[in-house]
């Protein structure tokens, strides 16, 4: 059983360039939701993709966008990056139609260093 | 505003012997659920428990129990029987429509 991937593990960008990372959920999953994680920090929700939608958003610049594909992986893009942008970035995914809807699965991460 | 506090940045407990982990939240919903996660530093968000806010029973999963008190808001963790497998970040999270995660709590379990 396939669990949450994301890629790539590491990026180093300068600033006011763009970035895109990318998420699978998993197997059997249709839901995937975006979070930012500063160093010392809990993780903060930046939006959730459903049936290629946006469906939730947190408190995060339009600079944040993302997109949902029909095979239910996700992309994170960040525009005009800021030093402040610097995290890890999380994917989790969850299964709308279960019964367990609100349990996220979280992947590995992508550690994103703007410089 | 609704928040997350884990009131504990750092705990320490011997192996074998029992941690209990706080957790407090602020919501004026009626319907929510609670997780804790668990972050080793190899950095996966790892689920331990959940629960939901209108069962009355506390959840338990093998070692890991909670003591959720709805109307004191709180949601604390014990973890019994403690491994070393177990030291890690430790993040009490909410979820009334988004999820909301505390700022978290160090674990580590000594030898």
């Known amino acids: 059983d396939a669990g949450v991937t994301q890629s790539p593990t590491h990026l180093i960008k300068t600033r006011g360039q763009q970035v895109t990372l990318r998420c699978s959920p998993k197997?059997?999953?249709?839901?995937v939701s975006w979070y930012q994680q500063a160093l010392g920090q809990g993780p903060q929700f930046i939006f959730q993709?459903?049936?290629?939608?946006?469906?939730q958003r947190g408190n995060f610049p339009d600079r944040f966008s993302g997109h949902q594909f029909p095979n239910y992986s996700s992309e994170l893009n960040v525009n005009a990056l800021l030093l402040g942008d610097s995290a890890l970035y999380l994917c989790?995914?969850?299964?709308?139609?279960?019964?367990?809807?609100?349990?996220?699965?979280f992947g590995p991460g992508t550690r994103l260093l703007v410089l | 505003a609704q928040t997350v506090t884990q009131s504990q940045p750092e705990m320490s407990v011997q192996e074998a012997e029992t941690v209990t982990l706080s957790c407090t939240y602020d919501?004026?919903?009626?319907?929510?659920?609670l997780f804790w996660y668990k972050q080793p530093p190899s950095r996966q968000m790892i689920l331990v428990i959940r629960q939901e806010a209108y069962k009355q029973q506390n959840a338990t999963e093998n070692r890991f129990s909670v003591n959720f008190q709805k109307a004191a808001k709180s949601f604390s963790l014990k973890i019994s029987d403690s491994q070393l497998g177990d030291t890690a970040m430790y993040f009490c999270a909410f979820k009334p429509n988004d999820m909301r995660f505390g700022a978290g709590t160090r674990l580590t379990v000594k030898p």
């Open positions: 919501t004026s919903e009626n319907n929510y659920y």
């Open positions: 989790a995914s969850s299964l709308v139609t279960s019964g367990d809807q609100e349990t996220q699965y």
């Open positions: 993709y459903y049936e290629e939608e946006e469906r």
């Open positions: 197997s059997g999953h249709d839901t």
